[in-house]
């Protein structure tokens, strides 16, 4: 089975403090994702990777960086933590393509989430 | 990028079918109707997808009409384990970025 982890299932930190959400995946998969979840807003896409050292900005990047130095790892980075970022955080992954090499873009595997609250 | 149009909440009683339709007017052929299932607590996970007619699963069936505008998610005899919020999505299976765009999801209660 896949598996995402994800460092801590409940953070709490304050106005201002520099933030590290860290994620990792088992199973060799090029793309990771960071969600946030908030009520009646659905899953949002902050950040998402392609490769090691690539990037790409998601729907509502602001406020946040992310890292991906190894293939097997995707950190999000909350550079100065505001009360507006209190949520749960979602990390993913998925393959590009399966052995056969057609796409498969489809099924992301989601990690148990962190949920983060800023004081 | 199509969007998806599908019940903020639904309830049901142990036991019974939960139909839950989706509709996606703007589909495009490369689309593929996906749906995640989200247990409180949890991340989201893939539980079925289909491109058209009809496919079943051990969890759920999926039906898909000919113009591929909408589609329905049912879960047979639902229990309580079933409450969860469910996402219906349209995925470019033809794009390698593997990006998923999620909406609110309906939330389904089962009751005893």
């Known amino acids: 089975d896949v598996k995402v982890t994800q460092s801590s299932r409940y953070l709490v930190k304050r106005t201002g403090e520099k933030v590290f959400l860290e994620c990792v995946q088992d199973?060799?998969?090029?793309?990771m994702f960071w969600y946030r979840q908030d009520p009646g807003l659905g899953l949002r896409l902050i950040y998402f990777s392609y490769d090691v050292k690539m990037k790409e900005k998601g729907d509502i990047p602001e406020g946040y960086s992310v890292s991906r130095e190894k293939k097997e790892r995707f950190s999000l980075i909350l550079e100065s933590a505001s009360t507006n970022q209190t949520s749960m955080y979602l990390c993913a992954s998925n393959v590009i393509r399966t052995s056969s090499g057609r796409p498969n873009t489809d099924t992301q595997y989601f990690g148990p989430g962190t949920r983060l609250t800023v004081l | 990028l199509a969007k998806t149009t599908q019940p903020i909440s639904m309830d049901s009683y142990e036991g019974q079918e939960v139909n839950i339709t989706c509709s996606h007017n703007?589909?495009?052929?490369?689309?593929?109707i996906t749906w995640y299932q989200q247990f409180p607590s949890q991340g989201p996970r893939f539980i079925i997808q289909?491109?058209?007619t009809k496919v079943t699963n051990e969890v759920a069936s999926l039906f898909i009409p000919a113009d591929r505008k909408s589609s329905t998610l049912s879960l047979p005899r639902v229990s309580l384990s079933d409450t969860a919020v469910y996402y219906c999505?349209?995925?470019?299976?033809?794009?390698?970025?593997?990006?998923?765009?999620f909406g609110r999801g309906t939330q389904l209660t089962v009751w005893p």
């Open positions: 199973m060799d998969h090029e793309n």
């Open positions: 289909g491109y058209k």
């Open positions: 703007n589909i495009a052929t490369n689309d593929y």
């Open positions: 999505l349209v995925v470019d299976r033809g794009s390698t970025l593997g990006r998923l765009y």
